[in-house]
């Protein structure tokens, strides 16, 4: 089908439910959060919220962050600020290491934090009383906190589980999840502040839903991919039931972006919103998902290049190529599995800037069609902690050579990224940092005693490297490669790895990461914002030299 007119600003006056979640810095801003909440409510929309943990990006709390709990963005570059899920990891394995100091420590940070962001929110807001208010407000979060601080003090009294992300207690056959303290948290500030202003709200509930679908043994449940899908299914029922009592007799409905299960990889509050859409949707209601984030999705990171446009409309196989985050761009806007999500109920979303006016090409709308040819749309990148190319005469073309060596690496926990043949060579790149001169070594022997022996085998190494990605929509024209590897040139990079499905979708380069700002720079201004008839007249004269007789 070919796209329609419909614009995002279309989808969001048509829908009658929005489920919206809120994450990134928006999370702490509950005063302008309610404000759009009471516009959408006065609109005739009924909200659902899935918030996230409240997190700030301004350096000025970078120096309560603990160092050890201190996030990177997708170069490998420490971001400044607060990161609240990322210190109750931090909390939790200090807690199976035995540290309940540096767990206290931390937690205090995390109560420093909140108190203060929220103390900011109430003192702006002119419709209240900032000292009462600001008490009611710290109420709700010492509560919250004291409970995790007394777990710490008595952890004989728990057993701890790493069901990967999320790090859950068990007592008495209960689970309380330590990772989704900081969305529980959310949940009860944002519905405490909303009876502050005189809106009636109602949680979603999650209390005692996690012990029926982990069991006693919860790894068993999260290592196994159909247990897991057994689970969700369970969970689906569990909230369908909840929100279809919730909804006739509620207009707003809150609750935190953390869910059971679904919490054992960072991004779950993602998913958490796209699963409740995907209930609402087949409870009947005409949704829309909302992701309200800093920005739209961009054709480049604004906060690096000025010269970044708004992508108005996103197919969700482009949307699965950009946020995808084994082979994909990792752009971290989505999660993957929510994007699956929302994509197998074909749900409409949109991605946008609650703060911004709301025009037709303000948000980026994510749905099924068929774009037209458009060439790139969107730059983005992501450092590679190694790659490693195998040269041999003898073993690449053997049968079974690619399955041996993807299983050899998965047994050791280290995930192959991107994967490059020729005659004698294979080039693999990894998008995790188990990769040592050690395991280079067991891999040669490997090699030497499955399909050896190969006296010309050799195996070399390359560090300090980044994928770069060209996207768009459908790039099924020629110039796109072109402009790529001339933008690539100019910045002086050389080219080390490339590949291109036959979908047309992604283009992935590997470049040294000393270069990585110029060569996004270059490639954004010649392969998005110079125009057809523009690079056709920077061609001319070299076409015309290559044709001269």
Request: with cysteine.
């Amino acid at each position: 089908m070919n796209s329609p007119s419909r614009t995002g600003l279309d989808v969001l006056h048509d829908a009658e439910l929005y489920v919206t979640k809120i994450g990134g810095d928006n999370a702490g801003r509950l005063r302008e959060n309610i404000d759009t909440v009471l516009a959408r409510k006065a609109d005739g929309k009924k909200q659902m919220l899935a918030v996230s943990a409240i997190r700030s990006s301004d350096s000025s709390y970078t120096k309560l962050a603990h160092p050890s709990a201190r996030d990177k963005d997708a170069d490998n570059n420490l971001k400044e600020g607060f990161n609240t899920t990322s210190h109750l990891i931090g909390i939790a394995k200090s807690i199976q290491a035995g540290d309940t100091a540096t767990a206290k420590d931390m937690l205090g940070r995390i109560r420093l934090f909140t108190k203060g962001i929220v103390a900011s929110e109430v003192q702006q807001d002119n419709l209240l009383e900032s000292s009462p208010a600001i008490a009611e407000m710290d109420t709700v979060i010492d509560t919250l906190l004291n409970e995790l601080e007394t777990a710490i003090d008595h952890g004989e009294e728990y057993s701890l589980h790493e069901l990967e992300k999320d790090w859950m207690l068990r007592k008495d056959g209960a689970y309380h999840s330590i990772t989704g303290v900081g969305e529980q948290l959310a949940q009860a500030l944002y519905r405490r502040y909303f009876s502050l202003r005189n809106l009636d709200s109602a949680a979603l509930s999650i209390e005692g839903i996690a012990a029926p679908l982990l069991g006693t043994d919860p790894e068993s449940v999260i290592e196994n991919e159909d247990t897991v899908k057994n689970a969700i299914t369970a969970l689906r029922a569990n909230l369908s039931d909840k929100i279809q009592a919730l909804l006739p007799e509620h207009d707003v409905i809150v609750s935190g972006g953390y869910l059971p299960v679904i919490a054992s990889q960072r991004g779950y509050s993602d998913k958490t919103g796209a699963l409740i859409a995907q209930v609402a949707s087949r409870l009947g209601e005409k949704v829309v998902y909302l992701i309200e984030k800093e920005y739209p999705i961009m054709s480049d990171d604004p906060r690096k290049n000025e010269r970044a446009r708004v992508i108005q409309e996103m197919t969700y196989r482009l949307a699965m190529e950009l946020f995808g985050n084994i082979r994909g761009a990792d752009g971290g806007a989505i999660h993957p599995d929510a994007l699956n999500m929302l994509a197998q109920d074909n749900i409409d979303t949109v991605v946008l800037n609650p703060r911004e006016k709301l025009t037709a090409k303000s948000g980026t709308y994510i749905h099924h069609y068929n774009p037209e040819p458009n060439g790139i749309e969107i730059i983005a990148s992501r450092s590679v902690p190694v790659a490693i190319q195998v040269s041999s005469t003898e073993m690449s073309g053997k049968p079974g050579f690619l399955s041996a060596v993807t299983t050899w690496f998965t047994e050791r926990d280290i995930s192959i990224d991107q994967v490059s043949t020729s005659e004698r060579t294979t080039s693999f790149t990894f998008n995790n940092g188990g990769f040592t001169d050690s395991v280079l070594q067991e891999f040669n022997a490997f090699l030497q005693s499955t399909f050896g022996p190969d006296e010309e085998l050799a195996l070399e190494m390359l560090k300090d490297q980044s994928l770069v990605f060209c996207l768009g929509n459908n790039m099924r024209k020629t110039g796109p490669a072109a402009r790529a590897a001339l933008a690539i040139h100019l910045a002086g990079a050389d080219i080390h790895f490339q590949t291109q499905g036959l979908n047309e979708q992604v283009m992935t380069y590997m470049v040294d990461s000393a270069l990585i700002r110029e060569v996004r720079d270059k490639l954004h201004r010649l392969g998005i914002e110079m125009d057809d008839a523009q690079f056709a007249a920077l061609m001319k004269p070299v076409r015309e030299a290559i044709t001269r007789e």
